[in-house]
C-alpha cells in the first residue's frame, strides 16, 4: 500500500483526453515537488514530467502536469496506442512513521487507449 | 546521450550477497547525485537508496525495507554506480534500475538488472 494513491487503470479512446490522479498529504506531495513517469510494457521507466509540470526535453506538449494542495494530476491529450503504459508519480516523503526522508511512488495506473 | 548499464544480477539463495553495477557515461558523473529503484514481478516501482556527489557530502539514504542490508557507493574514477546488497530475502527479488537523481527527480534511466532470490 503506497502513501501515494493512484487509480489502478483508465481507459479512453484514441484522440481523446486522459487525466490520471496521485493523492498525498502534506508530508509529500504537499510540501514536495512531483514527477511522473512512464513505463512502457516490457521497458524501463522514463521521465515524463518533474517540478510538478515541466517537461524534459523530448517529451511531447501533449502530456501536462499540475500539482494542487496534497494531489497531483498528470494530463495526456491526443491519445495515441503507443501511450499504453503503466504510469507512476513520485515524491520525497518526510512522515516520521517512514523513518525519515524515503522517496515514494505511487502505486501505478494503467493506461489502456482503447 | 546519457547510458546508463546495470549488470551483475542473477540468482542467489536467501541470505546470501550480491553487488551490483551502474557503468554511466554522457555525463559528468561525479557531479551527479545517484539513485537505485527496484520492481518485484508485476509490481510497481519501490526506491531502494541514493548517494549524494562527493562535492554535496557523498552521503546516503535508504528506503526502511534495505537499511541496514545495502549498502550504496560510488566510484567517480570509473563512472560507476553500486549497490552492495547482503542478506538477501524471497522478497529482494526484483529488477533493479540505476537512476541519475536531478531537478527533483529520477531523470535517466538503466535497462535495469533483474536479481532473483531463491533456493
Known amino acids: 500500500q503506497s502513501v501515494l494513491t493512484q487509480p489502478p487503470s483508465v481507459s479512453a479512446a484514441p484522440g481523446q483526453k486522459v487525466t490520471i490522479s496521485c493523492s498525498g498529504s502534506?508530508?509529500?506531495?504537499?510540501?514536495?515537488?512531483v514527477s511522473w513517469y512512464q513505463q512502457l510494457p516490457g521497458t524501463a521507466p522514463k521521465l515524463l514530467i518533474y517540478?510538478?509540470?515541466k517537461r524534459p526535453s523530448g517529451i511531447p506538449d501533449r502530456f501536462s502536469g499540475s500539482k494542487s494542495g496534497t494531489s497531483a494530476t498528470l494530463g495526456i491529450t491526443g491519445l495515441q496506442t503507443g501511450d499504453e503504459a503503466d504510469y507512476y508519480c513520485?515524491?520525497?516523503?518526510?512522515?516520521?512513521?517512514?523513518?525519515?526522508?524515503?522517496?515514494?511512488f505511487g502505486g501505478g495506473t494503467k493506461l489502456t487507449v482503447l | 546521450e546519457v547510458q546508463l548499464v546495470e549488470s551483475g544480477g542473477g540468482l542467489v539463495n536467501p541470505g546470501g550477497s550480491l553487488r551490483l553495477s551502474c557503468a554511466a557515461s554522457?555525463?559528468?558523473?561525479?557531479?551527479?547525485?545517484m539513485s537505485w529503484v527496484r520492481q518485484a514481478p508485476g509490481k510497481g516501482l519501490e526506491w531502494v537508496g541514493r548517494?549524494?556527489?562527493?562535492?554535496?557530502?557523498?552521503?546516503?539514504d535508504y528506503a526502511a525495507p534495505v537499511k541496514d542490508r545495502f549498502t550504496v557507493s560510488r566510484d567517480d574514477s570509473k563512472t560507476t554506480l553500486y549497490l552492495r546488497m547482503n542478506s538477501l530475502k524471497n522478497e529482494d527479488t526484483a529488477v533493479y534500475y540505476c537512476?541519475?537523481?536531478?531537478?527533483?527527480?529520477?531523470?535517466?534511466w538503466g535497462q535495469g538488472t533483474l536479481v532473483t532470490v531463491s533456493s
Open positions: 513520485g515524491t520525497w516523503d518526510s512522515s516520521l512513521s517512514a523513518g525519515g526522508l524515503n522517496w515514494v
Open positions: 517540478d510538478n509540470n
Open positions: 548517494i549524494k556527489s562527493k562535492t554535496d557530502g557523498g552521503t546516503t
Open positions: 502534506s508530508s509529500n506531495i504537499g510540501n514536495n515537488y
Open positions: 554522457g555525463f559528468t558523473f561525479s557531479n551527479a547525485w
Open positions: 537512476t541519475t537523481y536531478a531537478y527533483g527527480s529520477h531523470y535517466f
